[in-house]
């Protein structure tokens, strides 16, 4: 299973940048699909995530109503668009893959090597 990230960089606040995470190795309709991001010094957080087939979103309070997370389940792509950047969203973005067997209730969790994103004028 691999997860790579890719989109991040250097943007001006205000500005947009798309994440993309390709994902090979899953069924991918079968994973809920988060995106996380980690600030120096501070933990992992969980950002916006969308669930495998009805496509269900739910977003932190610190992203929503900039940040959309989308997923092309026949590319088995999972996307980040995020707007009107702000310095403090300058971080390390994290595509994450979870799903849970039915049968055993075994949780699988699969995470991306993760892209820099940095948000300076």
């Known amino acids: 299973v691999q997860l790579v990230e890719s989109g991040g960089g250097l943007v001006q606040p205000g500005g947009s940048l798309r994440l993309s995470c390709a994902a090979s190795?899953?069924?991918?309709?079968?994973?809920?699909m988060s995106w996380y991001r980690q600030a120096p010094g501070m933990e992992r957080w969980s950002l916006a995530s969308?669930?495998?087939?009805?496509?269900?979103?739910n977003y932190d309070d610190s992203v929503k109503g900039r940040f959309t997370i989308s997923r092309d389940n026949a590319k088995n792509m999972v996307y980040l668009q995020m707007n009107n950047l702000k310095p403090e969203d300058t971080a390390v973005y994290y595509c994450?893959?979870?799903?849970?067997?039915?049968?055993?209730?075994?949780?699988?969790?699969?995470w991306g090597q993760g892209t820099q994103v940095i948000v300076s004028s």
């Open positions: 994450r893959a979870k799903t849970i067997d039915i049968e055993t209730m075994h949780e699988y969790e699969y």
């Open positions: 190795g899953v069924t991918f309709s079968n994973y809920d």
């Open positions: 969308i669930i495998g087939a009805p496509g269900l979103t």
